[in-house]
């Protein structure tokens, strides 16, 4: 399984971006899904998770109303609309799969992960 996260970069606070993650190696429409991030000096943190199927999403606190988490299964791809950033929002942001139809919050229900992606957001 490959994941390949793209679509970070620099913004200004107030804008927005929007990450974009490919999933190859097996059925994408089989499996949850989710993005982590992860700032430096900090431990990697839950930002949104999605299930196989769309229907359910779930939301950090930290996040809920800025970001949304949609999927595509046809394209087998899973977005990350972001906007509102703010500088506490920088990190490298991850996306991975679970081996379950809605992994949840829990990093240790995913099994696959992708190579990060930088947002970087200034004040």
């Known amino acids: 399984v490959q994941l390949q996260a793209s679509g970070g970069g620099l913004v200004q606070a107030g804008g927005s971006l929007r990450l974009s993650c490919a999933a190859s190696g097996r059925t994408f429409s089989d499996y949850g899904m989710g993005w982590f991030r992860q700032a430096p000096g900090k431990e990697r943190e839950f930002v949104a998770a999605?299930?196989?199927?769309?229907?359910?999403?779930d939301y950090a606190d930290s996040v809920k109303g800025r970001f949304t988490i949609s999927r595509d299964n046809a394209k087998n791809t899973v977005d990350l609309q972001m906007n509102s950033l703010e500088p506490e929002d920088t990190a490298v942001y991850y996306c991975?799969?679970?081996?379950?139809?809605?992994?949840?919050?829990?990093?240790?229900?995913?099994?696959?992960w992708g190579q990060g992606t930088q947002v970087t957001v200034s004040s």
């Open positions: 999605i299930s196989d199927n769309g229907a359910r999403t």
């Open positions: 991975a799969t679970a081996s379950v139809s809605y992994p949840g919050r829990n990093a240790y229900q995913y099994t696959y």
